[in-house]
């Protein structure tokens, strides 16, 4: 079977190298999947760095977290799933409800495990959720990291309620699942970007407030005007330089900050005043359990929610999906077909 | 100005009088509103009865807590509210935010106090919330009691999650602003009614799932098979005679069953086991808060939801419109014009 | 090895046989214990009936879900215990953490799998709970079913305050437990009891309210009478005939009625207009998972709370321990040394 | 009557005048109370300074926020109080229950309105609550404020459970309401001080652990250490300068950081990582509601709670009182007799 093989530490021309290995068996309460296609996470650009918690640029791993395919073969005591059935992985293979515990972070497929870029790939029967029928593999392969963070954020940790507005930062991949998946929740959603341009997809998306944070640089005040005065009830901070003076600055009394995506030591100048004298709550995310994946996986399907791809790679060209992933030019998921 | 008064305990055309009394004018922090429409809930029967709590055959009062208007005038001190502003009436006038106090009862619109039915009437500045811009006096005038109670049920009180699975039983005020409010959450809605043209009618409000409870009196199990025999995530059960059983029965391990509208004195022989052995949880929900009749207000504003409104009659209409409501053939609210 | 085989359906004195049987060796993430003692629940003596869920007068079964011992050896991937470790069993070795799901039911013990009436056990390495350090086994194999029902009726699914008031209804295991948890979390407890004489040994546990129900028999009305007409914050129900309605009677508005132990067909006959008039929450409780468990001897450890033990049997007297159960003369819990 | 009038911006010596000024008769509504007496929160020194929100160096006004007495005189339609009753003054006049708002803000006593360092004071009747039997008024003077804030976040945001541990920084007020409303709830403490003696007495107060952080710069460490290397449970963070960051090492995964009292603008240098990595929760406290307190005095009477009152001084003295409370010096509150 084919499999990618990542040096992390290298130039990501050099970094990703396609390779021939034996296909896996399954053994007792595993299950192995024909991969068909995985997405990519600006994770996956700190794994490439070596610098992801857990990996190092001696250990060598097949990447990528975010995987869709087809269980092909069962081992003993599989109860949960037969050949045929359409699942994902799991970013974290061992957190499978309640609480986080810091074991579980070693189980973070394409970090402290090996990840999805793979033909076959071999899952423990607790690792994988199924797929909602009205989505393509591609599709499917977009959604373990990025959409489950947004929603843990959005559902797991508070209410969202219908009526409320939650304010997303940027086109990233978190924060156009947010923007979707706040709307089905029946919220309203204000956008940032600095390209006008994304700004208009993103209205088109359903978003009813957008800042232009280049030409607004103060988009907190920008925010509050659109909100009148009173804040966002909950904002997804996905956490560039500086934001997160801001995203307290935009919050109303009493709302709720989600902290995600800070992988790299950005440090920023706080003043904490804010969080103490509106009573905020800030929410540390990161990414979730298999039930919420569950969860998730049966909201989406409810409402038939479709995730953006913004390309396709095949595993041939994965150098090329990550170099694109790395320019930013991307509105929505860049997805490799296995 | 007019006004319905009621001598609770007689027959219901002659129970409802018309009659002139003074126009009041607002003292400290009050608020004068002239109403222009009201609808009726089942608890008005009962008071009609004098059998509500805190009502009795001796005591006369202005009936209904459902009405909406717009202020006309306003007195010292009144800082949230000016003329022009268009309004609802909280059912409690008292419970304004946190918890549910014995002391909050006796401010019930229409039971512990004087309802809504009169062309003009004084609230306390705090008793009020805005009605959304799409919706005219007759439509707001459907929610404070119906709507808030279905709000409270499916949203202050645990978190209903989009994808989740909501049974709502017969085709009664709370039960169909329940379908609605959970769509626009992301839930799917079964329903349950003893006629397949309301069943139809429930369908093209979206609810996925139907039952005919006359044909298949086991509804329960009906339910059951609807959900792959795992059960839905809430019931919001109103309460007729001998569902409990079937609800508790209906709903999935870990799941929710909202208790609405026992007012009066039917006894169900109950076995608790389920409640037990499943783990649920048996929400007791009656109407709300005015901090929640706000949140719903936005929710409702946000998606732009419409109430169901079955047929208007006119303030001198109030008793045809009282027997139309016992007689049980609406679908949807009746509504008072005032 | 010894071990006691249970015939579900026979008369108590024919029920239970001591055998000989081979030691198991443990296999991959297995832990063998060497057990030191266990305890009965009323629930055993429903399994001795051949009445409990998943069992049958048909299969024989080690009875007992609680007993506590010490790791003697463990097999491969065994990262948490190691030889010398004191450790109790999860009643559900199955329920890890997060929701209580259908399939967690099977895997209770002395139930749905074997239970720990014996000299050594297997169970997964991730089915066990630390001994806090000032307890004995026999005291530690007081606490996995009926402490930590009291446990997750008290703290895990609403939060007890500091002052509020618990009310328990007799003297069984899972209401003392109740009494002793509440009061180290600050609450005051009010008990009832058909017997003066327990009704002394409960105050001296710190019950600040009595009712002696046997001469109150409107005992709901007491305890109203001891809060000051408000009602209880918390109701631990566990379940005679009769007591529900007096229950719901004997909460405050808001408060809290958690339902416990209904393992018979004992039907009530309900008003359930107390659960909505006065807005309360009933919470179906049945046991707990691993995470809870592992909570509860963080606690317990913290206060060094002691449980009552009321009286030792060895192995060879295990019918006569049941038979001292079934007769309802203790106080505190019945203990057998392995 | 007496009354000091603060001159916020003047020396503190010059700042605090004692007047004379004619006894006020209370309104519709109201409740006179004869104040006996008062106590210092590190907040009023602010306050004294005119940095206070909604004070300013031209507005005089009574200060403190903290003040304990006993009902004189009620207006018409007091139902909650009578002549006799002893109350405390909710530090929130109009923060009721429920939701924080920014119009409660300007409802704090001796900041946007005047406090309590007055002979006597009149309050709106929702704006008081009972003083526990075993407290005089000096003690019970000590609660509106530092006490509630530590309840407020020990209790209301989350639970605290039995056995969980709690950091409080330094011995300051809330810090040492927090260890001992922690101890109370079942809850271990660790403290940490720059000066062994003051260590020596949190001890005796109860504290398990105790760091002494000027020996120890990175106290965070040995709190880990002390907590065999899983962190704390939930952190007060009371702010001093660069403790924010180790507050968040401090705590475990998935753990709690009370964020408290940071008034003034001191600003850290934070890298957010822990936040999200560790799943954390950072709560936003500013003291609380009437119905917090009200809990408060609950759990405070169930438990017989005796604050710890450092130095008492005399209305004359105020201006002594304030400079020794700015010292640094004292362990436990600084009350001023009335």
Redesign the interface.
Known sequence: MKTIQLHPGKPLQKALELRETDTPVPGDGQVLVRMHAASLNFRDLIVAQGAY?GTSKERRLIPLSDGAGEVVAIGNDVTRWQPGDRVVASFFQDW???????AHMQSALGGGVDGVLAEYRLFAQTGLARIPAHLSFEQAATLPCAALTAWHAL?E?A?L????TVLVLGTGGVSMFALQ?AQ?????VIATSSSDDKLKRVAELGATGLVNYRKQPEWDKAVLDLTNGHGVDQVIEV?GAGT?PRSLAAAR??GRVS????????????????????????????VG?V?MLE?????????GLVPIIDRRFTIEQTSDAYVYLESGKHFGKVVISI
């Open positions: 918690p499978l409800d309640g609480r986080f515990q810091p559902f940790r209410a309620l219908p009526g409320e998946l089905l929740a029946g919220a309203k956490g997160f009394t009493g902290l995600i995506g800070r992988l790299t030591g950005i440090e920023d100048r706080i003043d904490p005043r804010p969080i103490m004298a509106k009573g905020l709550t800030v929410y540390g995310i990161y359990s039930a969860r998730m996986m049966r909201g989406i399907e409810a409402s």
